[in-house]
Structures are given as structure tokens and as C-alpha cells.
């Protein structure tokens, strides 16, 4: 619809004839009009920064719930150095997300592969860009760190998490979250241009870009590094449009409760315990699962995703503990196999109503299999696991050997028994007896009483 003028021509035609000066009250007329018109559009560029910004700090709270499930799966005496990393996770991603990280990811103009302008924030604000919006992309920037951080947690040095922070968010993350998420990206959704399979890949908020770059670089991460000493991995252990923002939540929540409580059951079958960590752990590989598709698929397919999601993470960690693969928070396991499947999830489920809903630019997309949108996006969908996969193993994985041989990666023996809040930062979180750990699951506390004072 074309936007309403206002001419003051026009408007002198309307007064009486008898009318004094009616080009000069018209002129007044359509002022006004235009002063009011042009405090909509602040308001509207208010209320959008607003939200966005509130966004910022909903997914940026995801580190503050990560470094709490950090904290109660490792063991007590490394508890500062796992709330450290969180910390420095968030400060070194800052930094170079700022350098270099958001040039690469949404710089524009730029190619299919990697953006190349806005270093440094350069030029910014922009009309494509304001500084809301790079808050809200580092914010998803610093998750991806943080998954990868839980697995290789209780053994690495503190330069080495430092420098694979820094290389993650400054380049391996951006280029992932450009090839799926700028409007340049060569298979993004939103290049309306030249659409992946005529469809691009639908990931609205990251189970592939953000769960399985953070996931996959764990993997890497954890299997150059080895097993901590003394704890080899066991399971079953003791410890658009505003409609669309609506259904969204809906989905992310019916897909983490399905997850959680089909967890809980789950591993009560097989380990013959109601298992707290369990359950967080369901509930995020549903949240990982359910990013991609949120926005495009119904309610009562959230809750498929969930349940499937759930037994995707029990899976992973049956195979993770045949091949003793040691994860301290799961993360590998949860971020990059829930995350893969919901990527696929997203071609098979979602609506061809809220596809057109979600992503307007080019009507008649191709929308998920089993709602009768054909192969195209699933193709497209299998595409981005592919290269996600590729292109973080091609990255992350000499990254992880070049410092395992340099003797960056890994702490010493005596180090890593004594633990690194005792041996790095100058005490434990916890007073607690470590009772011998050779035959028990992880750290057993002891009550210390206070002693009398004469």
C-alpha cells in the first residue's frame, strides 16, 4: 500500500471560497501531519531497538544458566576455573566479535562465503545495521564458546581456552553464521536472490549455526585432549510477524518439557535413578533442537522434536561412553547431535503457511516433508549439516592438535588431581573433604562441623 501524502494543493481545494489564505493553513496542515508522522517513525525505531535489545539480553542470560550447569557438573575443586572460562567466554568473544567477528558474519556488500566490511563496528550505524543488532548477534557468538568450554572443562590450560575462544568467535563462528544467516550467505533464507534448492536453509535461531558449531568444536576438543585422570565418561551417574513471536515461545517450551521429561524417564530405565542433570540436560538438547524450526512448525510438532531430541541425546551418550569419550557436561552430545536433528527436523515439520509467514520475501518456498513441501529443503537442510560439519572439523580440529603438541592444551597430571582452583586460582569455591575418587562417581562431600573456641 503506498504511503499516505499529504499537498497542500490539495488540501486548498477543500476550504470554502471565502477562506483567507487557504494555501498557507493547507501548508500548516500537512506540517503537522508530517511532524506527527515522522514521531511514529521514531517510535517504531524505538520499540524495534528495544526488542531486539531485550533479545540480546534473553539469550545472553543463556551464559549465566550455562555457568550454573557448569559449576554443578564438574567436580567441586574446579569450580572457579569453569566460572572463570564462562567469564573470559564472554569478555574475549566480546572483543573479537567486535575486530573481526561481525565483518565476517554480516558485513555487507560482501560474497556467498565471508563478509569483508564493518571492522571494528566501522560505518556503523548503517541502514542495514545498528549497534542493537551487533549486541544481539555476539550474544549467539559467545553461546557457541560457551558449549564447546563445558567440553573440555576440568583439564585444559587457560591459554589454550583463550585462544580457541578468541579464533571461534572471531572467524569460525562468523563464517557459518554468514553462509546461513546474512542476507548475502549462500545458503540464507533471506538471499531472496539466489535460494539454496529454492528454499535456503531455515535455522531461525541456530540449531545448526550455533549448537552445532559449538558442539562439533567440543568434539575436537575433547578427543585430542583425552579423558580427564580418574574419571572416564559413565551415564546414568549420580549427578516477522507478531503471531510468530508468540508461537515461537510456545514451540521453544513444549519442546524443552517433552525433552526434559522423556530424559527423566528415559534414564530411569537405564540407570534406575531420577537424575537432576538429566533432566537440564534433556531440557536443553529440546531448547538446541527446536532453534531452527520454532518459528515455521505447530505446536504438537514441537513436542515430536522433543521427544525425538531426547532420545538423540540418550543415543549419543550410549555411544559416547562405549568409545570413552569424556565429556563433563555433555555438550558435544547435546549441542551437536540434538542440534543436527533439528536441523533435519525443521525440513520434515514445518507449515508452508508459516514459511511464507516468516521468510515474505519470495512467496512459495519449499517447506517440510511431511507437510507435503517435497525434498527441496531437506536437501538444503542436509547441506548445511555437511558443511557445518566440515567447516568446523577443517577449523577446530588442527587448532585443538597444533596446541595438544605445542603443550598448550592439556594441564599437568599433578595439576589436573590436585584441581585447577587449588593450583590456579588460589583456593577452592567449596570447603569439602575429596574422598578417595577411585571408587565412587565423582566428588562425595562431607559435612564439616565448626570446630569450638575456648
Keep these: 500500500m503506498a504511503s499516505p501524502t499529504c499537498s497542500a494543493d490539495q488540501l486548498a481545494q477543500l476550504f470554502r471560497a471565502n477562506t483567507t489564505d487557504a494555501s498557507e493553513a493547507a501548508s500548516f496542515i500537512c506540517d503537522q501531519f508530517a511532524a506527527i508522522s515522522a514521531r511514529f517513525t521514531d517510535t517504531a525505531y524505538a520499540v524495534d531497538s528495544t526488542y531486539l535489545l531485550f533479545s540480546a539480553y534473553l539469550v545472553f542470560s543463556m551464559q549465566l544458566g550455562f555457568a550454573m550447569l557448569c559449576a554443578g557438573s564438574v567436580r567441586a575443586k574446579n569450580t572457579m576455573n569453569i566460572m572463570l572460562t564462562n567469564v573470559l567466554d564472554a569478555a574475549t568473544g566480546g572483543l573479537f566479535y567486535y575486530l573481526f567477528g561481525f565483518a565476517f558474519a554480516f558485513g555487507s556488500p560482501s560474497n556467498g562465503f565471508i563478509g569483508r566490511h564493518n571492522f571494528a563496528l566501522h560505518k556503523m550505524p548503517s541502514a542495514l545495521f545498528d549497534y542493537s543488532?551487533?549486541?544481539?548477534?555476539?550474544?549467539?557468538?559467545?553461546?557457541?564458546?560457551?558449549i564447546t568450554s563445558g567440553s573440555i572443562a576440568e583439564r585444559t590450560q587457560f591459554v589454550a581456552y583463550l585462544i580457541y575462544s578468541s579464533f571461534l568467535t572471531g572467524f569460525v563462528y562468523p563464517v557459518v553464521s554468514h553462509w546461513f544467516w546474512s542476507p548475502d550467505g549462500w545458503a540464507s533464507a533471506s538471499n531472496t536472490g539466489n535460494l539454496l534448492f529454492g528454499s535456503g536453509v531455515i535455522d531461525f535461531?541456530?540449531?545448526?549455526?550455533v549448537h552445532m558449531v559449538g558442539g562439533i568444536a567440543g568434539?575436537?576438543?575433547?578427543l585430542i585432549e583425552g579423558p580427564r585422570i580418574g574419571s572416564p565418561y559413565t551415564s546414568g551417574n549420580?549427578?516477522?510477524?507478531?503471531?510468530?513471536?508468540g508461537r515461537t515461545a510456545v514451540t521453544t517450551t513444549l519442546a524443552g518439557c517433552t525433552a526434559a521429561l522423556t530424559t527423566l524417564f528415559g534414564k530411569r530405565i537405564l540407570s534406575g535413578h531420577w537424575n537432576v542433570t538429566d533432566v537440564c540436560n534433556g531440557l536443553l538438547g529440546g531448547f538446541a533442537a527446536i532453534t531452527a524450526g520454532c518459528s515455521v512448525v505447530e505446536p504438537w510438532a514441537a513436542v515430536i522434536c522433543g521427544f525425538v531430541a531426547a532420545l538423540?541425546?540418550?543415543?549419543?551418550?550410549?555411544?559416547?561412553?562405549?568409545?570413552?569419550?569424556?565429556?563433563?557436561?555433555?555438550?558435544?552430545?547435546?549441542?551437536?547431535g540434538c542440534g543436527a536433528w533439528g536441523v533435519v527436523f525443521t525440513a520434515l515439520f514445518a507449515t508452508e503457511k508459516y514459511v511464507?509467514?516468516?521468510?515474505?520475501?519470495?512467496?512459495?518456498?519449499?517447506?517440510?516433508?511431511?507437510?507435503?513441501?517435497?525434498?527441496?529443503l531437506l536437501a538444503a537442510h542436509l547441506i548445511q549439516i555437511l558443511v557445518i560439519l566440515g567447516w568446523v572439523s577443517a577449523t577446530m580440529g588442527p587448532l585443538f592438535f597444533v596446541l595438544h603438541k605445542l603443550?598448550?592444551?592439556?594441564?599437568?597430571?599433578?595439576?589436573?588431581?590436585?584441581?585447577?582452583?587449588?593450583?590456579?586460582?588460589?583456593g577452592f569455591a567449596y570447603v569439602y573433604h575429596?574422598?578417595?575418587?577411585?571408587?565412587?562417581h565423582g566428588i562425595q562431600m562431607q559435612k564439616i562441623e565448626p570446630t569450638s573456641q575456648t
Aim: proline residues 3%; contains cysteine; charged residues 20%.
Design 356 to 376: 511464507n509467514e516468516v521468510y515474505s520475501g519470495k512467496p512459495g518456498r519449499p517447506y517440510g516433508l511431511f507437510m507435503g513441501g517435497g525434498w527441496r
Design 205 to 209: 535461531a541456530g540449531s545448526g549455526v
Design 238 to 245: 549420580y549427578y516477522g510477524q507478531w503471531s510468530a513471536v
Design 434 to 440: 575429596d574422598d578417595d575418587e577411585s571408587n565412587k
Design 312 to 336: 538423540v541425546l540418550i543415543g549419543c551418550n550410549i555411544v559416547a561412553e562405549k568409545v570413552k569419550f569424556d565429556d563433563p557436561l555433555e555438550a558435544a552430545q547435546l549441542h551437536g
Design 219 to 222: 568434539l575436537y576438543g575433547a
Design 133 to 146: 543488532y551487533f549486541l544481539y548477534q555476539w550474544a549467539f557468538a559467545i553461546a557457541a564458546a560457551g
Design 407 to 426: 603443550n598448550l592444551l592439556r594441564i599437568s597430571a599433578e595439576d589436573e588431581m590436585s584441581g585447577m582452583d587449588l593450583t590456579r586460582h588460589g
